[in-house]
């Protein structure tokens, strides 16, 4: 039996359903409901929800940043910069039953095409959870940045900033 997956934009009444896959997902990374929902109201164009047979399955956060200047997590932006100069991945989670179908990857395509299309020369984002394998076949390679040493501690010992050129 063939599994419907589509990734679809986020609204307002998904926002339980992202609370859910980010506790699920992202145990170690918590963020309040507050930082999901002004995500989407800042810039709806970069919040998507992926769909297995109707059911949430995975979610993307993404907006317009300044290359190098890394959110820290679990914190309202307030606003996006008229200055931005890098397309910036906030999170980008999956259900376990999300993996291997091919969702990550079309959604990684979506990613790359807006950040072009916004004419923002790079995309970037901070890797955390093992990722980092994943980011570097989809082109991504890690910065080495020490002035961005403790905001990426502040993710995971782990944490690596990653970036690819539009």
């Not at 807006?114 to 093992?130: D, E, I």
């Not at 989809?138 to 020490?146: E, Y």
């Not at 993710?155 to 050129?165: C, G, H, L, Q, W």
């Amino acid at each position: 039996m063939n599994s419907t997956i589509a990734w679809r934009p986020l609204t307002e009444r998904d926002l339980p359903a992202v609370t859910e896959i980010a506790r699920q997902v992202h145990p170690d990374f918590p963020e309040d409901d507050a930082v999901f929902a002004e995500r989407l109201a800042l810039y709806p164009d970069g919040t998507q929800l992926l769909e297995i047979d109707g059911l949430a399955s995975g979610y993307l956060l993404s907006h317009p940043w300044r290359y190098m200047d890394l959110p820290a997590l679990n914190t309202l932006l307030g606003g996006l910069p008229a200055d931005a100069d890098t397309y910036y991945v906030h999170d980008l989670a999956l259900m376990p039953k999300a993996r291997g179908t091919g969702a990550a990857a079309a959604i990684v395509g979506a990613i790359l095409r807006h950040g072009r299309a916004q004419g923002l020369p790079t995309t970037s984002l901070v890797a955390v959870n093992g990722s980092v394998p994943f980011w570097h076949k989809h082109g991504f390679r890690a910065v080495k940045a020490p002035e961005l040493a403790e905001k990426l501690e502040s993710y995971e010992a782990s944490a690596r900033f990653m970036v690819k050129p539009a």
